[in-house]
C-alpha cells in the first residue's frame, strides 16, 4: 500500500493542473455552507495563488471570504450526491478564469482537477470582440458599397440619360440645320419664281384686255391665270417654310386668338367629323402672327380630315404646359388629336420633311407640316407629334408665354406709310420703273404705257439714280425692286431722296422680307407690294401714293 500512496503523491505533484481535496461542511439543515482544504497539489498554489501550507485544514471562508457562493453550492452538491461535474467559471477574489472537474471520493468529501483559462477566455473575448467589429465593419462598408452603387447606377441613369438628350438635341440641330439649308433654298427659288409669276401675270391681263371679253382664248387665259394663282400659293408655303415670311406677331390670349378662328376651323371640318373646343389656356398670353398661326391650324385640321374618311373627332385643347427642351419654361399649349388611321413610327419620323407627303399625287405638295414647324419655330416655339397606327394622331403647338401688349394694327398687302401731304390729282405723269430682271421690266412696262403712263425703265440702283437726276421735273413716282446687283433699293431710294425728298417711292420685291413701316422713312410716301402682284392692284398702289386713286379708264 506505501507504494501505491508515494505513486498516487508523485502524480499529484505532477500533473500540470491543479488539485485539491475538500471536506464539505453543513449547517444544522444539512445545506452547505462551507468547505475546508484537505490537501493541495504544488500546481494549485501556483494557479491560484495561494500557499498549501497556510490553507490546508482551513476553511475557504477564512482563506477566501469574498468567495462566490455559487462555489459552495456546486461543490456541496457533488459532495453529496456524488455527481461529477465540469464546468468553466470566473473567480472574482482571484481574478482568473478556471476549468473545473470535481468529484466525489466519499460522502462528505470533494476533488477538484482545474486549468487556468484565463489567457484563453481573454483570447476569446478579444475574438469575438474583433469578430463583432469586423461584423459591424462589413456592415458600414456593405452600406457604403450600397450607397456608392446607388450613386452609380444614379449616374449611369443620368449618363444615359444625358447622352439620350445629346443624341436627340442633336437630332435636332441636323434637322434645323437641315431645314435652315432648305429654307434658304426655298427663299431663293421663291424670289425667281415670284419674278416669272409677275411677268405671267402681267402678260395674261395685257393678252385679256387685248383680245376683249368674246376672244375664244379667253378661257385658256382663265386657265393660265388660275394656274398662276395657285403657283402664288404654293411659293407662298415655300417662304414661309423658308422663315422669309415677315411676322406680323401681336400679343394675346391664346383662348381668344382661338376662338376667332373656331368658325373658319368648323367650316373645314364637314359632317361626319365632329370638332371640340376644350379651353384651358385663359390668361396665357402668346405673341403671334394670326395668320401663320391659323396657316399652321389649316394645315393640321386638313390631314386629321383626309385622315378620317369614314368620319371621325377632332379635339382642339389649350392648357399650361412646361415647353419641351427647355428648363421649365412655362408655354401655352395647342393640341389637336385626331381619331383618324395614324401613322407608323417610319411615317412619323419624317412628317415635318419638305415634300413628304403620303398622300397621292397631286392631292399634297409635302410642304404643309414642315411650314407648320417652320412657322412655330420662327415664333420661338416647337411642335411635337405622336401617332400609332390605327390609333389617330396628336400635334402639340407650344408657344412662349410673354406680357400683355396693346396690338397693332394689321397691314393690307398695299400700304402707304403716313406722312406727307398726297399731289393734287392730276395726270398720269411719268414713272421710273427700277427691276434687274429684263422680262418683268418689259411686262410692267407695256402694262404701265397701257394704263397711261409714261415710263423710264432702269435696270439697277445705279441707272434709277441717274436717270431720275436727268428727269427729276418729269418723274411723279418711282416703282422699284429692292434686291437688285450694284446698287439695291433702300440705296438707291437714299440717294434719290437727296435729289428730291418729296418723291413718291413704291418698292416690289419677289422676297418676303420684314418691311414694316419702320424699315422705311415715315415722312416720305412710300408703300410696298410683294410679287407677284395682281396689275390692277399695282396700279390702285400707285395711285394711292400719287393721290389720284379713282376708278380707272378702260384700255384702248
Known amino acids: 500500500m506505501a507504494p501505491l500512496k508515494v505513486r498516487y503523491r508523485q502524480?499529484?505533484?505532477?500533473?500540470?493542473?491543479?488539485?485539491?481535496?475538500?471536506?464539505?461542511?453543513?449547517?444544522d439543515s444539512g445545506r452547505p455552507v462551507d468547505y475546508r482544504f484537505l490537501a493541495t497539489n504544488p500546481m494549485f498554489a501556483r494557479l491560484t495563488g495561494l500557499d498549501a501550507d497556510?490553507?490546508?485544514?482551513?476553511?475557504?471562508?477564512?482563506?477566501?471570504?469574498?468567495?462566490?457562493?455559487h462555489w459552495i453550492e456546486t461543490y456541496g452538491r457533488v459532495a453529496l450526491t456524488g455527481e461529477t461535474v465540469r464546468f468553466e467559471s470566473y473567480s472574482e477574489p482571484l481574478g482568473r478564469h478556471?476549468?473545473?472537474?470535481?468529484?466525489?471520493?466519499?460522502?462528505?468529501?470533494?476533488?477538484?482537477?482545474?486549468?487556468?483559462?484565463?489567457?484563453?477566455?481573454?483570447?476569446?473575448?478579444?475574438?469575438?470582440?474583433a469578430r463583432l467589429e469586423l461584423e459591424s465593419r462589413v456592415r458600414e462598408r456593405t452600406l457604403e458599397l450600397e450607397k456608392a452603387n446607388a450613386l452609380l447606377q444614379a449616374e449611369i441613369h443620368r449618363h444615359e440619360r444625358t447622352e439620350a438628350i445629346l443624341r436627340q438635341t442633336e437630332a435636332q440641330l441636323l434637322h434645323s440645320q437641315k431645314m435652315e439649308s432648305l429654307g434658304t433654298l426655298a427663299g431663293g427659288v421663291a424670289h425667281d419664281?415670284?419674278?416669272?409669276?409677275?411677268?405671267?401675270?402681267?402678260n395674261v391681263f395685257l393678252m385679256e384686255r387685248l383680245l376683249g371679253r368674246?376672244?375664244?382664248?379667253?378661257?385658256?387665259?382663265?386657265?393660265?391665270?388660275?394656274?398662276?394663282?395657285?403657283?402664288?400659293?404654293?411659293?407662298?408655303?415655300?417662304?414661309?417654310?423658308?422663315?422669309r415670311q415677315p411676322i406680323r406677331a401681336a400679343a394675346g390670349e391664346i383662348d381668344e386668338i382661338l376662338g376667332e378662328m373656331e368658325g373658319l376651323i368648323h367650316r373645314?371640318?364637314?359632317?361626319?367629323?365632329?370638332?371640340?373646343?376644350?379651353?384651358?389656356?385663359?390668361?396665357?398670353?402668346?405673341?403671334?402672327?394670326?395668320?401663320?398661326?391659323?396657316?399652321?391650324?389649316?394645315?393640321?385640321?386638313?390631314?386629321?380630315?383626309?385622315?378620317?374618311?369614314?368620319?371621325?373627332?377632332?379635339t382642339i385643347s389649350t392648357s399650361a404646359e412646361v415647353?419641351?427642351?427647355?428648363?421649365g419654361q412655362l408655354s401655352a399649349c395647342i393640341q389637336v388629336t385626331d381619331t383618324g388611321h395614324g401613322m407608323d413610327e417610319a411615317t412619323l419620323a419624317r412628317i415635318f420633311d419638305p415634300f413628304f407627303t403620303t398622300k397621292e399625287v397631286g392631292k399634297g405638295t409635302g410642304l404643309g407640316l414642315s411650314t407648320s414647324y417652320g412657322i412655330i419655330r420662327e415664333h420661338g416655339g416647337t411642335i411635337l407629334a405622336a401617332s400609332c397606327l390605327g390609333q389617330g394622331a396628336t400635334f402639340r403647338l407650344f408657344l412662349p408665354i410673354v406680357s400683355p401688349e396693346p396690338q397693332p394694327q394689321s397691314r393690307s398687302r398695299c400700304q402707304a406709310v403716313p406722312g406727307g401731304g398726297f399731289p393734287r390729282p392730276g395726270s398720269r405723269g411719268t414713272l421710273l420703273l427700277v427691276e434687274d430682271d429684263q422680262q418683268v421690266r418689259d411686262a410692267l412696262s407695256e402694262f404701265l404705257v397701257r394704263r397711261g403712263y409714261r415710263t423710264l425703265a432702269a435696270v439697277d440702283g445705279e441707272e434709277a439714280v441717274r436717270l431720275f437726276a436727268e428727269n427729276r421735273s418729269a418723274v411723279s413716282l418711282v416703282l422699284m425692286d429692292l434686291?437688285?446687283?450694284?446698287?439695291?433699293?433702300?440705296?438707291?431710294?437714299?440717294?434719290?431722296?437727296?435729289?428730291?425728298?418729296?418723291?413718291?417711292?413704291?418698292?416690289?420685291?419677289?422676297?418676303?422680307?420684314?418691311?414694316?413701316?419702320?424699315?422705311?422713312?415715315?415722312?416720305?410716301?412710300?408703300?410696298?407690294?410683294?410679287?407677284?402682284?395682281?396689275?390692277?392692284?399695282?396700279?390702285?398702289?400707285?395711285?394711292?401714293?400719287?393721290?389720284?386713286?379713282?376708278?380707272?379708264?378702260?384700255m384702248a
Not at 396657316?295 to 369614314?310: E, K, P, Q
Open 323 to 327: 415647353m419641351p427642351g427647355t428648363d
Open 483 to 554: 434686291v437688285m446687283p450694284r446698287l439695291g433699293g433702300r440705296e438707291a431710294q437714299s440717294r434719290i431722296l437727296r435729289i428730291q425728298p418729296d418723291i413718291p417711292i413704291l418698292f416690289m420685291s419677289g422676297h418676303s422680307l420684314d418691311l414694316s413701316a419702320d424699315s422705311f422713312d415715315s415722312r416720305r410716301r412710300t408703300g410696298f407690294v410683294a410679287k407677284p402682284i395682281n396689275p390692277e392692284e399695282l396700279i390702285l398702289c400707285i395711285e394711292r401714293l400719287l393721290g389720284t386713286d379713282k376708278k380707272d379708264v378702260n
Open 214 to 243: 368674246q376672244s375664244d382664248a379667253r378661257a385658256l387665259l382663265d386657265e393660265i391665270r388660275l394656274a398662276a394663282d395657285r403657283a402664288k400659293e404654293l411659293i407662298a408655303d415655300l417662304q414661309t417654310f423658308g422663315r
Open 11 to 27: 502524480l499529484l505533484e505532477t500533473i500540470p493542473s491543479g488539485f485539491a481535496l475538500h471536506e464539505i461542511i453543513l449547517d
Open 193 to 202: 419664281f415670284n419674278n416669272i409669276l409677275m411677268t405671267i401675270l402681267t
Open 54 to 69: 497556510a490553507i490546508v485544514g482551513k476553511r475557504v471562508r477564512q482563506v477566501i471570504p469574498a468567495i462566490e457562493s
Open 98 to 129: 478556471f476549468d473545473v472537474v470535481a468529484f466525489s471520493p466519499g460522502r462528505g468529501y470533494f476533488a477538484v482537477v482545474f486549468q487556468d483559462v484565463t489567457e484563453r477566455i481573454s483570447t476569446e473575448r478579444l475574438l469575438q470582440q
Open 268 to 314: 373645314l371640318a364637314v359632317p361626319p367629323i365632329v370638332v371640340r373646343f376644350l379651353y384651358g389656356g385663359k390668361g396665357l398670353v402668346v405673341k403671334v402672327d394670326r395668320v401663320q398661326l391659323q396657316h399652321v391650324l389649316i394645315n393640321l385640321l386638313t390631314n386629321a380630315r383626309d385622315a378620317m374618311v369614314g368620319g371621325g373627332e377632332i
